[in-house]
Antibody
Framework: QVQLVESGGGLVKPGGSLRLSCAASGFTFSDYYMSWIRQAPGKGLEWVSYISGSTSYTNYAASVKGRFTISRDNAKKSLHLQMNSLRVEDTAVYYC????????????WGQGTLVTVSS | DIQMTQSPSTLSASVGDRVTITCRASQSISSWLAWYQQKPGTAPKLLIYDASSLESGVPSRFSGSGSGPEFTLTISSLQPDDFATYYCQQYNSPTWTFGQGTKVEIK
């Protein structure tokens, strides 16, 4: 069965960096776009970034563009999010999800990993 | 970016009630809309995609309708397991956006 497991969250100071990972199993990873979606404590959902199966296409929300970089390793079936210049407002649970591009709804989600940006 | 506005923000209802949640896009998104259910401490669950297609395994009491800028999610007979927060999401533009959520509470 499809499984997505995020890791790498934690506490970081403003201006710091963190790299999130998502281990995928149960499906042909390289066939699918993947997205990161976040949810600040007590708030709604915010799409962050997607990457195509071949890694040729990426896109970012305006709020993270230039600071976050999405990548994937199809051989290792893993997805990553490099987060630099972190801000307090980046504090959230970060989910990875299968992105059914070109109709980009999300039918499988990981359990999420919490990133806390605080001094 | 396309803005998604849900109403109401909170809804109080009883088991057996028919419940309708509305989602309005700031511009036409054709039928590129999904609905999710989220319970506290868990990841969202896909209910509806392409505005009206029921995801496999989702009970038939859930239905979606609409196109262009306005959409609805209907629960025909609210069950105890349905008390949760519901989000719409558009995937028409190159960046995807969610509504702010509608919390369905027990009356």
């Amino acid at each position: 069965q499809v499984q997505l497991v995020e890791s790498g969250g934690g506490l970081v100071k403003p201006g710091g960096s963190l790299r999130l990972s998502c281990a995928a199993s149960g499906f042909t990873f390289s066939d699918y776009y993947m997205s990161w979606i976040r949810q600040a404590p007590g708030k709604g959902l915010e799409w962050v970034s997607y990457i195509s199966g071949s890694t040729s296409y990426t896109n970012y929300a305006a709020s993270v563009k230039g600071r976050f970089t999405i990548s994937r390793d199809n051989a290792k079936k893993s997805l990553h999010l490099q987060m630099n210049s972190l801000r307090v407002e980046d504090t959230a649970v970060y989910y990875c999800a299968i992105d059914r591009a070109p109709r980009s709804y999300f039918d499988y989600w990981g359990q999420g990993t919490l990133v806390t940006v605080s001094s | 970016d396309i803005q998604m506005t849900q109403s109401p923000s909170t809804l109080s209802a009883s088991v057996g009630d028919r419940v309708t949640i509305t989602c309005r896009a700031s511009q036409s998104i054709s039928s590129w809309l999904a609905w999710y259910q989220q319970k506290p401490g868990t990841a969202p669950k896909l209910l509806i995609y392409d505005a009206s297609s029921l995801e496999s395994g989702v009970p038939s009491r859930f239905s979606g309708s609409g196109s262009g800028p306005e959409f609805t999610l209907t629960i025909s007979s609210l069950q105890p397991d349905d008390f949760a927060t519901y989000y719409c999401q558009q995937y028409n533009s190159p960046t995807w956006t969610f509504g702010q959520g509608t919390k369905v509470e027990i009356k």
